[in-house]
């Protein structure tokens, strides 16, 4: 069967390279998959969130997945801390994890930084918590943007250490989904720098809650080089910039990065950006009036998400009653 299982934190809006990395692939996958989306809160506390600010953010970000697409009646949407089996099965991969593994993630030293032994001890388990997440669910399919990559290894890892420790064939190797032509956005100040909910510039990217005339003026503001567009992949080379615009205009269009580089050569980036704002704010602005309407009506978002739970519940339940069966603990 396939199952697929896929996350998101609400850590602030939700930006462009979430959705062309990630939401777009999510609501194309309803087609062929059971499809479980989940709202990430207890990921987001890894790092101090205000009580209020996480509220109206979990609440804005189901909004947001469901204007773009994603249908919670058919399939599953839920905010993480709804369904305890997630931290029950991350306790259990604490134990599975060794901290050799966690040393490489690179995501924590990012995040860490220098004030390493300032961070929590949440946002060095994170990923342990997010091989919870999937194989809570024994998600057999994981559609996440390139960063996610190394998070989804080390799930496989647990997965398989586990299954080995037990001697049993309990979880599946779930498999990363890394798909389409935007697979890592970068901000629209640097582009060797990924865009980021965290960045402290508002101009590195486009909100879905961004207006027609906060994308204009994002896009005119993006930094850019004094050449034209290139014809060919070999002209992007050195120029980062330049691939990012024409990758984000890829991906809007649905065409490949060479169809898009062929429907450019030659443009000055006046033009160019033109057209991407146009092209970004017919894609974006529908997502964005619907969002609006959704957020303004926050019984029926807490409804869809605690509906969402119990239906996520009711899978996880007996997977995590086999977990602990396997493990040894005592239960009625
Ligand atoms: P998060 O909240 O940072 O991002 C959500 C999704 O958006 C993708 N993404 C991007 N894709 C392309 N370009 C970008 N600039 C960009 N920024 C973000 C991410 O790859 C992700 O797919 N740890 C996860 C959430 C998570 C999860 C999970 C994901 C928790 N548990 C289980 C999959 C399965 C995170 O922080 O994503």
Known sequence: MKRVFSGVQPTGNLHLGNYLGAIRNWVALQEDYECI?????????????????????????????????????KHILFNQSQNPDHAN?????????????????????????KHRENASVGL????????????????????????????????????QKFNNDFKTNIFPQPEPLILGTATRVMS???????????????????????????????????????????SSADGLAGRPEAQNLIEIFAALSNVSRDDALAANAGK???????????????VLGPINTEMQKLVSDDTYIDDVLAKG?????????PIMADVFKTIG???P
């Open 37 to 73: 989306y989940c709202v990430v809160d207890q990921h987001a506390i890894t790092v101090f969130q205000h009580p209020a600010e996480l509220t109206a953010s979990t609440r804005e970000v189901a909004a947001g997945l469901i204007a773009a697409g994603i249908d919670p009646e």
């Open 89 to 113: 099965l991350a306790w259990v991969f604490n134990c599975i994890a060794r901290l050799g593994w966690l040393n490489r993630m690179t995501q924590f030293k990012e995040k860490a930084g």
């Open 124 to 159: 060095y388990a994170y990923p342990n918590l997010m091989a919870a997440d999937i194989l809570a669910y024994k998600a057999t399919h994981v559609p996440v943007g390139e960063d996610q990559k190394q998070h989804l290894e080390l799930a496989r890892d647990i997965a």
């Open 188 to 230: 629209l100040r640097d582009g060797t720098n990924k865009m980021s909910k965290s960045d402290p510039s508002k101009y590195s990217r486009i909100n879905l809650t961004d207006t027609a005339d906060d994308i204009a003026q994002k896009i005119r503001k993006a930094k850019t080089d004094p050449e034209p567009l290139p």
């Open 268 to 282: 000055q980036f006046s033009k160019f950006k033109e057209e991407l704002t146009d092209l970004a704010v017919s």
């Open 309 to 317: 739970a119990e239906r996520a519940r009711a899978i996880s339940e």
């Open 329 to 331: 603990f005592v239960a």
